[in-house]
């Protein structure tokens, strides 16, 4: 079955305890996107990735990081969390465009204590 | 950068015919995507409109006017289950999403 695959779906933390979302796709999708969705604020962009090796910066990169070193992967790294990064986070993918339709995973909900 | 806005909140009633509308600013155009979000589920895909006009797929159609910044998705045939979110996301060097319309359809 295609799909996006996110873990964990639920996670307390505390703050600064370095954690990692991971997401996988079985797709063969070349571009990859984290998106937070928090309360009046919509869907914002947190980083994306056209390809391996290839990410760039969203609307809200601040506090995260992530890489893409193999096609199906692109974890979310949050080095030392805080508070406001409390949220639902969403991996996409899409064949190889931007302007290509996105498959989201499940979703992640994160809460820092 | 880009700007999107859609109404927050609307009420229909099962049966009926709803538009949801969106206009949006950018700074190029590659298209505009309309996706469906149920409470507490990933949104999923429901249309994408790079050209103008209507594009009809089932009880839903979404229309694009490039020139005006604006677009709507129309339910026909109201359902239950069509109570969800419904986002609206634009297309330039990044896709921007809006903040959604909640839809609620009662009976």
């Known amino acids: 079955e295609a799909q996006v695959t996110q873990n964990p779906r639920y996670l307390i933390t505390v703050t600064g305890k370095k954690l990692t979302v991971t997401c996988s796709q079985n797709?063969?999708?070349?571009?990859m996107s984290w998106y937070r969705q928090d309360p009046g604020l919509g869907l914002r962009q947190i980083y994306y990735?056209?390809?391996?090796?290839?990410?760039d910066k969203g609307d809200v990169p601040e506090g995260y990081k992530v890489s893409r070193k193999e096609k199906r992967n692109f974890p979310l790294i949050l080095e030392s969390p805080s508070p406001n990064q409390t949220s639902l986070y969403f991996c996409?993918?899409?064949?190889?465009?931007?302007?290509?339709?996105?498959?989201f995973g499940e979703g992640s909900r994160l809460t820092v204590l | 950068g880009q700007n999107i806005d859609q109404p927050t909140e609307m009420t229909a009633t099962e049966g009926a015919i709803v538009q949801i509308n969106c206009t949006y600013q950018?700074?190029?155009?590659?298209?505009l995507f309309w996706y469906q979000q149920h409470a507490g589920e990933a949104p999923t895909f429901l249309s994408y409109?790079?050209?103008?006009g209507l594009e009809e797929k089932g009880r839903f159609s979404s229309f694009l006017s490039r020139s005006k910044g604006y677009s709507y998705l129309l339910l026909k045939e109201l359902q239950m289950k069509d109570s969800a979110s419904y986002l609206c996301?634009?297309?330039?060097?990044?896709?921007?999403f809006g903040t959604g319309t909640k839809l609620q359809v009662i009976p």
């Open positions: 996409a993918s899409s064949l190889d465009s931007i302007a290509g339709e996105l498959f």
């Open positions: 797709m063969n999708h070349e571009y």
């Open positions: 990735s056209m390809n391996v090796e290839v990410t």
């Open positions: 950018t700074s190029g155009f590659n298209g």
């Open positions: 409109n790079v050209l103008d």
């Open positions: 996301a634009a297309v330039d060097q990044k896709v921007t």
